[in-house]
C-alpha cells in the first residue's frame, strides 16, 4: 500500500491549485478570481475541442495530461501574470523547477518521471504537442477577456503586440485560430481595450 | 468559420460551472464550497493517476474525458447531493437529460453525438470505462470528507451503508481501492463522522 499512499498523499495535496488565483475573472460567478484548478479543466477541454485544427496531428491524449498538470508548480511557486517583466518571470521559472521535484516528487518514482517530463516538456514547448497545449493556454485568457470588455487587458494596460507575441505559435500550428485570433485582436484595439502598441 | 463559432460559444458556456457550488469544501481555501469546474480537474486527474488500480484495463483517455464533461450539465440542472432521497434523484435525472441536449447541443453535430454518448455511456454506468469513472467519482469525496472530519458526511448524518453503496463499483473494478475505503469508512465510523447503521 506505500505507493497508494503517495499517490493519495499527491491528490490531496493537488487541492491547494483550487486556492491559487489568477488574474482572470470568472464573469458567470460574480466576477470574482478565477483559480488555477478550473483554469485547468477550461483548458483541457478546449483543447480536446479544438484539436482538430491543428496543422499537423496532435498526440491529444498527451496534450491533455500535460494541460491537466501545468499548473500544479503553481501550489508551491504562485501564479505570474503571464505580461510581468522578463526579471519576474526568469526568477518564476526556477521557483517552479523546485516545486516541480517538490510536487511531483510525491508520487511513487515512475509516476514522478511521467510527470516532471511531461511538465518540463510543455515549459520548454519544442515538440508539437507542447506548443499546441502552449497555444490553447494563450487563447483561452483571450477568449475570457473579448467577454469581459477587455478584463485583464484593460487592469494591466497590456499592449497589442504583447498579446500577439503570446498568441503566435498558433500562426504555423493552426492557422484557422490564428486567424480568428488575429480578428479578435483587431476588434479589442477599436474597443480601447488592448494599447495599440 | 461557423463551427468554429459554435465551439467556441460552448467553450464560453463552459465558464458558468465554476458558479455551481458542491457540497465538498476546500479546506486548503478557507474551507469554502467546491465547485463543479475544479472538482472536475480534480477528479479526471485522479483517474489518470490511480488507473493503474483497475483489475480490468481501461482506456484512460476515454475515462478522461468523461469525467471533464460529466458535470457540464449541472451548468442548467444545478448539483444534487449524492445522498439525497430517490424522487428528488429521479426528477434530477430528467433535468440531467434535457441539459445534455442543450449544453452539448452548442457543438458543431459530430461532437455534440460524441459528447452525449459519451456522458450517457457514464451515466449509464455499463462499460467498464464508466464504471472506473464512476468509482473515481465516489473515491475523490470520501479522501475530502476523511481530511475534513467527516465534512459533508457529518453535516448531512450520512450513514455507513449509504457510502458503502455508493463506493461498492470499486469492490470488483479495483480491488485495492475497495480495500482501502472499506479501512477508511470503518475509521470514520469509529470517529463518528459516519453513522454506523
Ligand atoms: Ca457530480
Known sequence: MQELNQQLDFIIELDRLKGVYR???????????????????HITLTAHILHEYAAEKV?????????LIHDIVEID???MFAF?????????????????ERLF??????????????????????????????????????????????????????????V???NRFLEGLAPDLWLYVCQQIDYAVEQGWLVDA
Open 59 to 67: 498526440n491529444i491524449s498527451r496534450v491533455m495530461c500535460m494541460l
Open 105 to 162: 516528487g510525491l508520487l511513487p518514482e515512475k509516476q514522478f518521471q511521467t510527470f516532471n517530463q511531461l511538465w518540463l516538456e510543455f515549459e520548454e514547448a519544442q515538440t508539437v504537442d507542447a506548443r499546441f497545449a502552449k497555444a490553447i493556454d494563450s487563447i483561452l485568457p483571450l477568449l475570457q477577456n473579448m467577454r469581459n470588455e477587455g478584463g485583464s487587458w484593460v487592469r494591466h494596460k497590456v499592449n497589442k503586440s504583447q
Open 164 to 166: 500577439m507575441k503570446r
Open 23 to 41: 488574474q482572470a475573472l470568472v464573469k458567470s460567478d460574480k466576477n470574482r478570481f478565477e483559480n488555477s484548478a478550473e483554469h485547468s479543466w
Open 77 to 79: 511557486a504562485g501564479d
Open 84 to 100: 510581468s517583466d522578463q526579471k519576474a518571470l526568469a526568477y518564476q521559472q526556477d521557483k517552479e523547477i523546485v516545486a516541480a
